[in-house]
């Protein structure tokens, strides 16, 4: 029942995630389109600095850019941050209900790294709240004033705590613990820089005095951050269903090079919304892709050697798999066979010899942090079964 009851928490927070998400990205999209599609106002008018026209579901808009701010505050003012915060309030609660409640299984793998379920907890909320504090003070260091190098450094130290975590934590847990500290980065630039600027510069604004133009040149700067982690972010959040990815022995790499070309993605759009369209920055982030997809490619496995009988396999499977996958699992934790997968008849199994293959052999990443304690001869064995043709009569 709990196993049940858990499965619902993570549905409904699932869906909320992927809707403030959905609504955060989608208005932060909407706003680096519209700052660089305004053109200058025309007439001129005080204080307007560019306006656009758009017709969208049936009406026309004419938006108005004010620099910094008009004569007089309206009344009614949007500030669109709830989308930001509810999608770290709903997916910290995602990561608690996915990898915390299960810590045992999703985040430690002891043949990684013998470390308790609080330990790895403790660890995964240490490093979201160090990596914070490691990008804010590099953010308030003089490299402050060099987008480049910060940029540089930043990714640098995400690189060096991604390879340590992958001596911490099962493979599946290391992407989604850089998604969580990522996407902490990316809340905090809203919550504890952009809308608090915001707030000082329109209470100047109250106070009759001209606002401070760093509040704006700060978060600015905070937005392009965020401008340019999003597709790497949204990468992450759907890596778990990519094991070919987060399973490879070079995982930190891999990570790194989709974070270069979802960037240089991102840069493309930047540019051609401003009338530039560089077209080598998408191309070299697709050759960048395509070499990766080359370099983790599975090496055929060899046949060579004594002729694999499905029995053989099967009780490999019985053992170490059916407590999960299985129409009535008896793993705590576990109400219905995860991802649907039951391996409990031979018709089945042959069904599935691809995603077995993927998941058992390519990338070793079942069983989850290796709970049943399948051991390498036997992952050798099922290799060797499929290379010879995965009968199951
Ligand atoms: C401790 C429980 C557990 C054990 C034991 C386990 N798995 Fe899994 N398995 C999972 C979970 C959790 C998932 C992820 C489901 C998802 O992504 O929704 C999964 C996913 C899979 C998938 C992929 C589903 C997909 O959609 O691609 C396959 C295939 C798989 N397991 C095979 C195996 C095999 C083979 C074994 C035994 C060698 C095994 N598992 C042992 C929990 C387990």
């Not at 008896?330 to 042959?350: D, H, K, S």
Request: glycine fraction near 10%; aromatic fraction near 10%.
């Amino acid at each position: 029942m709990e196993a049940y009851m858990l499965g619902w928490a993570s549905l409904l927070v699932r869906w909320l995630h992927l809707i403030t998400a959905i609504a955060w990205i989608g208005t932060s999209f909407y706003f680096v389109w519209l700052d660089n599609h305004l053109e200058p106002p025309s007439p001129p008018r005080k204080g307007v600095s560019g306006e656009i026209w758009s017709v969208h579901g049936g009406g026309f808009y004419n938006k108005h850019k004010y620099l910094v701010a008009p004569d007089q505050l309206p009344e009614k003012l949007h500030w669109f941050k709830w989308e930001a915060y509810w999608t770290w309030i709903s997916g910290f609660l995602l990561l608690v209900i996915t990898y915390y409640a299960r810590a045992g299984s999703m985040l430690v793998d002891r043949s990684v790294a013998d470390i308790s379920a609080a330990a790895a907890i403790a660890i995964s909320v240490g490093m979201i709240v160090l990596a914070q504090v490691v990008y804010e003070g590099l953010c308030r260091s003089r490299l402050c004033n060099n987008d480049g190098l910060l940029g540089l450094v930043g990714f640098v130290f995400l690189l060096v705590a991604t390879a340590a975590l992958s001596h911490v934590f099962g493979a599946r847990g290391v992407y989604i613990q850089v998604g969580a500290m990522l996407g902490t980065i990316m809340v905090a630039n809203v919550a504890m820089v952009i809308i608090p600027g915001q707030r000082k510069m329109i209470d100047a604004m109250l106070r009759g005095e001209t606002p401070d133009p760093i509040h704006g040149i700060r978060g600015k700067q905070r937005s392009m951050h965020n401008n340019y982690m999003t597709l790497p972010v949204v990468f992450i959040m759907i890596s778990g269903h990519y094991p070919m990815t987060y399973g490879h022995d070079q995982a930190w790499l891999v990570l790194a090079l989709i974070f270069i070309a979802g960037a240089l993605i991102r840069h493309f759009f930047n540019l051609r919304h401003k009338g530039r369209t560089v077209i080598a920055y998408p191309l070299a982030g697709v050759v960048i892709l395509a070499g990766v997809a080359f370099w983790i490619a599975p090496r055929p496995q060899s046949a060579a050697g004594d002729v694999v009988t499905f029995a053989q396999v099967n009780s490999v499977l019985q053992a170490r798999c059916t407590s999960c996958h299985s129409s009535t699992p008896t793993q705590p934790g576990f109400a219905q066979a995860p991802g649907g997968i039951v391996l409990q008849n031979p018709e089945r199994i042959a069904q599935l010899v691809d995603k077995i293959n993927q998941q058992v052999v390519v990338s070793r990443v079942m069983p989850p942090g290796n709970l049943t304690g399948l051991t390498d001869d036997e992952r050798a064995l099922i290799g060797r079964w499929i290379a010879q043709g995965a009968v199951t009569h």
